[in-house]
């Protein structure tokens, strides 16, 4: 709330400053506490039609004139200055705040460029030196050269200490696990929520998302909230309110000081959730009062009691049954209906697997009972559940809306900004651009691929949607209806291969915006067995993963803290660790140990021969190892195992590796930045090489791999 700082209160109805054309004025001030500011106050009136008026902060030179630029500015309407002889207080608010030092001074310039010498704006002054800190200067020439007086003009300047927005965004993540849920503190620990333990079962599904500083927890028949901004009045057992305050109502503590705009009550009307105004908080010693009613509701006592207890989301998230605001009266008819009249926000659907926050509001689906139907909450109110009223903002339920159900079971809800939402179906793909409110459409993208679970998708940095879907995993490019196959060719039998159901296996997709690339994991729920592929977005290739166990992805998060060091893709695991990749760890951790990591790769498989019909001799190998003197980008490198393989058939050669059938020759190469020359001779129409590491503590890099063939003959 902007405060009064620097002012002259003082001024004479005789003595002005006329403003119009090149005539300009200015009255500096000295700010004796550093602070922004907002707007100010001066004394003004009018003759003729002078035109707007517009108003500024600049800095001041040696001499105390104006000088530079505008550091703000603003402007009032000729329509709102009175005529000179009705003088009155105005406020100037500027379109962005300046900030101004202790000690330094400034000065308010004000000129009317439409005006002339019969139509000006007059600047109410004092004929004294009343203010120590500053005085007036005039200009003749539209600000290019400045008289300084000792005359003082009638100014306030207002502003606040902190800057214009001093409420900085505070990013926690969190996790829920064990039947619980966990926030990060302010020391980067992860702390449990102890009033959810139990509240809520991760045994089924389960869905967390965020909206209006609150983590919406849908789990079935259990919504939950986890509350981030407000504070909590509990009345205690007896002292329930007969009728709640309306939500925007402010209540307010004489006593204390404290004020709190209402943001929701239980339905048991005990507890009374807002967020606090005033530096000022809540006691238990003294009952509040409803201080400023915007005519919507009445609060029954009024006073009400003593609070039993104050707990402020600050120190500790609060956590409660997510319902609707229960019943209020009105005290005016804003909704509509009479005074005194009874107004009803509904209530949420019984069931719900699935949520997400789309255009300001809570959507939600899922139920068992009513597999195609989706609900949405009130725009800006998650409270309002009341599917009756006649405007754009009202909660809407699919099949009592122009945009109607989607004709298919809805496995995940996928919400692109304020621009779209995506119904993922079982075998079918829908999307709802705009508002259901408000024009909003519904139309089928596909309707013969569907999405396998709630989080099987992702949008990468460009807005393209990926998602794994009924013959293997899909992109919906931005901006576009088509749905395109990513695996058709490369892992034409991906589905058969990873044998995923969705009522064993979890999918989940994540873009991961350091490393360019989408990490796709597939998760048997029961054991953690895996079988996952990162998708690199540079190469547009598949490369394929397996964890241990115990590392088995139930989620996957890219978390953008407060603090870049922190900022990075975050895998929920199996056995309850939050993990993310080391580039500089040789090992996988598995939680109380580590275990070595066995990676591999396979050269493309080559030809030997000038055709398929002949033969090729390899009479040598070359492989150079990264790092040492070759500029190697990975630094040293350990040992690199090499396996070659030969056949007649390209096919025959790649499925002897994947079998993982003994090869023609093998062998070890050590050294970095080296060049190990490997005396081998393989006969055969195709070339396969495997280069793998499967060493505790070792990691390997090579820079390239070049061979020795020799023509031969015809195979036979």
């Not at 009032?76 to 202790?102: C, H, N, V």
């Not at 395109?484 to 979890?506: M, Q, V």
């Not at 190469?669 to 396969?688: D, E, P, Q």
């Amino acid at each position: 709330m902007s405060e009064k700082y620097e002012f002259n209160d003082n001024y004479s109805t005789s003595n002005v400053s006329s403003l119009y054309g090149d005539e300009w004025s200015s009255m500096s001030f000295t700010p004796s506490v550093s602070h922004y500011v907002q707007k100010v106050k001066l004394v003004l009136g009018k003759a003729g039609n002078p035109g707007d008026l517009t108003v500024s902060i600049r800095a001041v030179d040696g001499s105390g004139h104006p000088t530079g630029d505008d550091l703000a500015s603003g402007v009032q309407l000729e329509a709102d200055i009175p005529l000179s002889w009705d003088e009155t207080q105005k406020f100037i608010t500027f379109s962005s705040p300046a900030f101004l030092s202790a000690g330094t001074t400034y000065t308010i310039v004000a000129r009317a460029l439409s005006g002339d010498a019969s139509n000006y704006v007059n600047w109410y002054k004092q004929t004294s030196d009343v203010y120590p800190g500053g005085n007036i200067s005039y200009s003749e020439d539209g600000g290019s050269s400045w008289n300084i007086s000792s005359f003082d003009a009638a100014f306030e300047e207002w502003g606040i200490v902190g800057p214009p927005h001093d409420r900085i965004t505070i990013k926690k993540l969190v996790a829920a696990a064990n039947n619980k849920i966990y926030y990060e503190d302010s020391s980067g620990s992860m702390v449990e929520i102890s009033d959810s333990s139990g509240d809520f079962d991760t045994s089924e599904q389960t869905m967390i998302f965020e909206a209006f500083q609150k983590v919406v927890v849908v789990n079935g028949s259990n919504l939950k909230i986890a509350d981030f901004i407000n504070t909590c009045l509990d009345l205690g057992v007896g002292n329930e309110l007969t009728s709640p305050p309306a939500r925007g109502d402010v209540i307010t503590q004489a006593t204390s000081g404290a004020s709190m705009i209402v943001d929701f009550v239980d339905p048991t009307k005990r507890y009374i959730y807002g967020y606090t105004t005033t530096d000022a908080a809540f006691e238990t010693t003294a009952g509040y009062t409803l201080s400023s009613d915007d005519g919507t509701g009445t609060m029954d006592p009024n006073p009400a009691p003593a609070p039993e207890a104050v707990t402020e989301a600050s120190s500790t998230p609060l956590w409660y049954d997510y319902t609707a605001y229960p019943d209020i009266v009105l005290s005016v008819d804003k909704f509509g209906q009479e005074s005194g009249t009874t107004k009803s926000f509904g209530s949420l659907p019984a069931k719900a697997y699935l949520g997400c926050l789309y255009r300001g509001r809570v959507v939600l689906s899922g139920n068992p009972d009513y597999p195609h139907q989706w609900y949405m909450s009130r725009q800006a109110n998650i409270w309002d559940w009341e599917y009756i009223a006649n405007d754009a903002q009202t909660p809407v339920v699919g099949n009592n809306s122009d945009a109607g159900e989607v004709g298919d079971i809805i496995k995940a809800l996928i919400p692109y900004k304020d621009d779209f939402l995506i119904f993922g179906c079982a075998s079918s793909m829908w999307m709802l651009r705009g508002d259901p409110a408000a024009g909003g459409v519904l139309a089928e993208i596909d309707l013969t691929v569907g999405i396998f679970g709630h989080k099987s998708w992702c949008f990468d940095g460009d807005g393209n949607l990926y998602f794994w879907g009924t013959n293997g995993i899909y992109v919906i490019p931005a901006g576009t209806n088509s749905v395109k196959s990513l695996t058709e060719n490369s892992l034409p039998n991906l589905i058969e291969d990873t044998g995923a159901d969705p009522n064993t296996h979890r999918i989940t997709m994540e873009y991961d915006r350091k490393r360019r690339g989408i990490l796709i994991c597939v998760t048997k729920l029961s054991d953690g067995t895996n079988s996952n592929y990162w998708y690199d977005l540079r190469t547009r290739g598949f490369f394929p993963e397996t964890y241990p166990n115990e590392c088995g992805v139930y989620s996957i998060f890219y978390y953008s803290p407060n603090s870049p060091d922190y900022e990075d893709l975050l895998l929920g695991c199996r056995d309850g660790y939050i993990r993310k990749f080391l580039d500089s760890a040789k090992d996988d951790d598995i939680g109380v140990s580590d275990t070595a990591i066995n990676s591999y790769c396979v050269l493309p498989i080559i030809p030997m021969g000038s055709d398929g019909d002949y033969e090729g001799l390899l009479s040598s190998l070359t492989i150079t190892t990264a790092g040492g003197n070759s500029g190697g980008e990975f630094g040293d490198t350990d040992s690199v195992n090499y396996e070659l393989f030969s056949a007649d058939a390209g096919e025959v050669v790649l499925e002897n590796i994947i079998d993982g059938d003994t090869a023609r020759e093998s062998g070890t190469i050590t050294g970095s930045g080296r060049s190990n020359r490997a005396r081998k001779r393989i006969r055969g129409a195709y070339l396969g090489i495997k280069l793998s590491n499967s060493n505790s503590l070792e990691t390997w890099a090579i820079d390239k791999v070049e061979g020795n063939i020799q023509q031969k003959g015809r195979i036979k």
